[in-house]
């Protein structure tokens, strides 16, 4: 078993936590050593049982791997940064059984969370991030450290950049481009290209109506 350490001590750990459990059920494949907090404000001393330790204290170590639990790129960066500083592997965690086509390819240090998929002839650069019920379709890229989170749907030939986030629910349309840096809200619809550094929300307006007492 190879000997991982999980990056993050926020919600995301749980669930990275949980995936490892699962692959390990299918194939023994991971051995978590340790879970590295960032903060030092995690009072907190353990995850579901695996110790709490900090960056700090972490030192490099060889044959070790390590995965990055945090949605947010810009820290994904840094984190990446960090362990390839301490010499470890970057590790790609998704389930043995999950079809993988031959024609697709998965980044070092991404994750694909239970029930996604990943289309034909589609690329997921380094440190990107698949939340759970997300469907990626045929012949997409997605850039490095990039999120996509629960329930969205990519077309077809959509190309999406570096350090974007793909709100939970978002439909993007085939054939759309995501430039960098870009921030989709929940559920939004995208029909057109979107330009770099830019965020779109759709239906920011609450309906909410009166209703009678049952």
């Avoid at 790129?73 to 390839?84: L, R, T």
Wanted: proline share 2%; glycine share 10%.
């Amino acid at each position: 078993m190879n000997d991982l350490y999980i990056f993050g001590a926020g919600a995301i750990c749980v669930e990275v936590i949980r995936l490892v459990k699962q692959i390990n059920s299918e194939k023994k494949k991971w051995n978590i050593c340790s879970i590295v907090d960032f903060s030092n404000t995690n009072k907190a001393k353990k995850i579901e049982g695996i110790d709490i330790i900090s960056f700090n204290n972490l030192k490099s170590k060889k044959k070790a791997f390590g995965i990055c639990a945090i949605g947010n790129p810009a820290q994904k960066k840094k984190i990446f940064k960090d362990i390839k500083k301490l010499n470890f592997d970057l590790a790609t965690l998704y389930l043995p059984s999950m079809h993988q086509y031959k024609a697709s390819k998965i980044g070092k240090g991404s994750i694909i969370f239970q029930s996604s998929q990943l289309g034909n002839a589609s690329f997921l650069g380094k440190c990107v991030l698949v939340s759970f019920g997300v469907d990626v379709g045929h012949d997409c890229k997605i850039g490095d450290y990039s999120t996509l989170l629960p329930n969205a749907t990519v077309g077809g030939f959509v190309n999406i950049g570096k350090n974007c986030i793909i709100g939970s629910g978002a439909n993007i349309h085939p054939k759309v481009n995501i430039a960098e840096n870009c921030i989709l809200g929940i559920g939004s619809v995208i029909l057109q290209n979107v330009k770099k550094n830019k965020t779109v929300i759709s239906g920011t307006k609450n309906i909410i109506l009166d209703h009678k007492k049952v």
